[in-house]
């Protein structure tokens, strides 16, 4: 009887240490997570931390020096020939003003806004080529 209860403890005792081992493996299985997690938030953290110390440098950057960081411009090119076109609309808005006003002849007047149109014409060609080169790379 002695032997049989020796036995049964033994078999108990094995049972009970095979639960504690699968208990282990799972505790450290999700210890590795809560290390993962954590590696995890320390990154973020530490990507905060910079962009506020980025934004505390910013305050000592003058107006222009902040522009380059905030304003992103795809093609210089493209944004080039839309300045000259809305300079050259406005110039025309200006020769039609003084026309009416009689400053400027109408021959004048026609002449150069012929050539104004032109160059307006041949500028929004060439940035429908830049678009469309883009379009093509981007679908590539």
Do not use: H, P, W
């Amino acid at each position: 009887m002695d032997k049989l209860k020796v036995l049964q403890d033994n078999a108990n005792q094995r049972l009970n240490d095979g639960n504690i081992y699968g208990k282990n493996d799972q505790l450290k299985s999700r210890l590795q997570i809560l290390k993962n997690i954590k590696e995890k938030l320390e990154v973020i953290e530490n990507n905060l931390n910079n962009e506020i110390n980025d934004m505390k440098n910013n305050d000592n950057k003058s107006f222009f020096d902040k522009f380059d960081d905030i304003v992103n411009v795809k093609n210089l090119k493209d944004l080039e020939f839309l300045a000259k076109i809305k300079d050259m609309e406005d110039y025309l808005v200006y020769l039609k003003k003084g026309y009416e006003k009689d400053i400027i002849s109408f021959k004048d007047v026609l002449n150069l806004t012929r050539a104004l149109s032109r160059e307006i014409f041949n500028l929004n060609y060439m940035r429908s080529k830049i678009n469309s080169q883009e379009f093509k790379k981007m679908l590539i």
